[in-house]
């Protein structure tokens, strides 16, 4: 098959770099892939280190005072499916899924068939520019949790076809680190101080919705003896003004340690004792939560959208509600009183990771959705 693989973000992606770029770089063995995205985004440069990929640079502006260039793009995009002659398009967000819609009008035949992947848990409209995108631009829905593909049921889209593939994660890359080399990676990130400390932490960053600094009230709130117990360690997005001043007002300073934004996420993870993704909004599935879990860390999710379904609760992590420090902070306490089940509790993370959501089974459930639709079903 041909297919063209688009994404309208023009920097960092998060979960959305790691979907296009595992997709692409499976798919480019036995199909013909395309990849268009802005050229400053994450996607766009590592889809370009994918051998047998052709990736194109196109940016998908969908505010009405950029009409000028939406028709301009439009343009762009209706000729390279003319060109092409794609035989499925994939789309990942609402900014590329309207300007496909905007392509597809009028288009005539032959025409790709579109499969949209819903990646967020925010509210889906049941209006007219549902139902239309729905009808002129969609032939399947991917969802990556059960509770987004419910959601999307009950929408214009169910009509589409709603198919539940979870995000996988390539278990060969992210493998538990043996003791040795655990211990080497803590002292170099963490210092000797922090060794014998109980490090809890996250790859997701401080992004406002994934609930780190939930995490950081939560163990602000403990008992001293119990709060001097634990080390804080996060990746990715740096905390802004505002949370350096809550985390400060706190007192937490001494207790974070704060990477920035890593090429490589593996050694943060493998000084973690215990993860966590404590998302309140716009999270779905999270490949950070499955990336911990596949290198044998229990992690600590919330109770919203999809992230109870990484975990089975106390046997490979835990569920707490979300906004809820008092129930993190209980739930740290447990974990402080019982550290001896953190790594039995980890084994299982491994394990489950393994049977459930590895790389293989994502790609081989998302070709299985593209085959079904280019064959005329849905």
């Given at each position: 098959m041909k297919l063209l693989l688009t994404n309208a973000h023009v920097g960092w992606a998060g979960g959305h770099t790691t979907y296009i770029r595992e997709l692409a770089?499976?798919?480019?063995?036995?199909?013909?892939?395309?990849?268009?995205?802005?050229?400053?985004?994450?996607?766009?440069?590592?889809?370009?280190?994918?051998?047998?990929?052709?990736?194109?640079?196109m940016d998908f502006p969908s505010k009405p005072k950029n009409l000028l260039h939406i028709l301009k793009?439009?343009?762009q995009l209706r000729d390279l499916i003319r060109r092409e002659c794609f035989d499925i398009v994939h789309v990942n967000g609402s900014p590329d899924h309207r300007m496909m819609m905007y392509a597809m009008a009028g288009l005539g035949e032959p025409k790709p068939k579109v499969v949209y992947t819903r990646h967020a848990s925010t509210a889906v409209g049941k209006g007219f520019p549902s139902l239309l995108r729905a009808r002129i631009a969609t032939d399947h829905v991917i969802a990556v949790s059960h509770h987004t593909a419910r959601a999307m049921s009950a929408t214009p889209y169910g009509t589409c076809g709603v198919t539940t593939v979870h995000n996988g994660v390539d278990v060969t890359h992210f493998f538990p680190y043996?003791?040795?080399?655990?211990?080497?990676?803590?002292?170099?990130?963490?210092?000797?101080?922090?060794?014998?400390?109980?490090?809890?932490?996250?790859?997701?960053?401080?992004?406002?919705y994934k609930g780190t600094m939930d995490l950081i009230e939560a163990?602000?709130?403990?008992?001293?003896?119990?709060?001097?117990?634990?080390?804080?360690?996060?990746?990715?997005?740096?905390?802004d003004a505002q949370k350096l001043a809550r985390i400060r007002e706190l007192d937490m300073e001494a207790a974070i340690t704060a990477l920035g934004v890593v090429s490589d996420v593996r050694p943060a993870i493998a000084a973690l004792d215990v993860g966590f993704v404590l998302s309140h909004a716009v999270e779905t599935i999270s490949f950070a939560c499955r990336e911990m879990m596949a290198m044998a860390k229990p992690?600590?999710?919330?109770?919203?959208?999809?992230?109870?379904?990484?975990?089975?609760?106390?046997?490979?992590?835990?569920?707490v509600q979300p906004r809820s420090p008092l129930q993190i902070a209980d739930c740290l306490q447990e974990i402080l009183n019982h550290r001896e089940a953190l790594r039995e509790m980890g084994a299982a993370a491994r394990r489950r990771s393994e049977l459930s959501f590895d790389l293989e089974r994502f790609v081989a459930g998302t070709e299985s959705v593209y085959q079904r639709v280019a064959g005329g079903g849905n």
């Open positions: 770089k499976a798919f480019a063995a036995r199909h013909q892939v395309f990849v268009a995205c802005p050229s400053t985004s994450d996607v766009y440069k590592q889809s370009r280190e994918i051998p047998g990929v052709e990736v194109v640079a793009v439009r343009g043996n003791q040795a080399a655990t211990q080497a990676v803590r002292r170099q990130l963490l210092g000797d101080a922090n060794l014998s400390k109980l490090i809890v932490g996250t790859v997701t960053g401080f992004t406002g163990v602000a709130s403990l008992p001293a003896r119990d709060r001097a117990a634990i080390h804080i360690l996060v990746a990715g997005e740096p905390p992690v600590m999710v919330t109770n919203y959208a999809g992230l109870p379904e990484n975990i089975a609760p106390h046997v490979d992590g835990w569920i």
